[in-house]
């Protein structure tokens, strides 16, 4: 299915900017999230159903849908990313593609049909009543704001945020601490092709989820991790772990994720 100037190839589980020739594997939430949208698209799909699993008994947290709508934006890139709409208080939403408004081009011209005229101007007078209504009854849209944000500087000069997020204000002392300990290994990088990183915790805190942000050659890049511990006290982010994934990698050739469980 075509998304912008991405395909989606469901069977696979990939999505493949067309442009720059970027194949990104879907980790497992952002292929269920976006298989759902593809499914209903043009309807809302409930957030219950999002952290549903759907058809099997694996449950996404509220913060893993909100991290792989955020993730499958960017990847759509700032004139795609519309196409997956939030509506506040009930789900997402994944638009048809708007067709263009049909225009006649006369001697250079653009000339606009009068009935189209008059649906701009019935359209503008809706949005401003709209406007004047949520003003009278103090309606205002709240985006999910994060826990923190963190600005760490490399010696190179260059300058990485870090950033947590979590549906709670409370009880995230493991969250804050793994964004410590991840801030004290970028530290440790000359430099990097990340500019942004994201960390979560999973509902029942046995997932962090990762997500490193950056620019190479001109073309966002995304790099999805997720690690499991089980163990107590729980160490996600530790030297065994850092060793194998190399957090300072400036070369990335493909966009893909990684799972990885400690010990019990």
């Not at 900017?17 to 043009?42: K, M």
């Not at 250079?108 to 503008?124: M, Q, S, T, Y």
């Not at 290994?185 to 990183?197: E, F, I, K, N, P």
């Amino acid at each position: 299915m075509q998304l912008g100037h991405c395909k989606f190839d469901i069977d696979k589980g990939e999505l493949i900017n067309q442009e720059s020739g970027l194949v990104w594997h879907l980790p497992r939430a952002e292929l269920h999230v976006l298989t759902l949208l593809v499914e209903y698209q043009g309807k809302v799909v409930a957030k219950p159903l999002l952290e549903s699993g759907h058809e099997d008994d694996s449950h996404f947290s509220s913060a893993s849908v909100a991290r792989a709508i955020f993730t499958l934006r960017s990847f759509l890139g700032p004139q795609y990313e519309i196409l997956i709409e939030t509506v506040k208080g009930q789900g997402y939403l994944l638009r048809h593609h708007r067709a263009r408004k049909e225009i006649d081009v006369k001697r250079g011209r653009f000339i606009i049909r009068p009935l189209h005229a008059l649906l701009v101007v019935i359209a503008l007078v809706g949005v401003l009543l709209s406007l004047w209504w949520f003003s009278q009854i103090g309606y205002s849209i709240s985006p999910t704001m994060p826990l923190s944000m963190k600005t760490v500087s490399l010696d190179s000069g260059q300058q990485v945020e870090v950033i947590l997020y979590s549906p709670s204000n409370t009880n995230n002392e493991l969250l804050i601490d793994q964004g410590q300990q991840l801030t004290q290994s970028l530290l440790g990088c000359t430099d990097t092709v990340w500019d942004r990183v994201f960390l979560s915790l999973s509902h029942d805190k046995q997932v962090l989820n990762i997500t490193f942000r950056g620019d190479y050659f001109g073309q966002s890049i995304i790099r999805n991790l997720k690690i499991s511990d089980l163990r107590q006290p729980k160490r996600f982010i530790n030297p065994e772990w850092l060793e194998q994934v190399n957090i300072c990698d400036s070369l990335p050739v493909r966009l893909a994720s990684s799972h990885r469980t400690q010990g019990r």
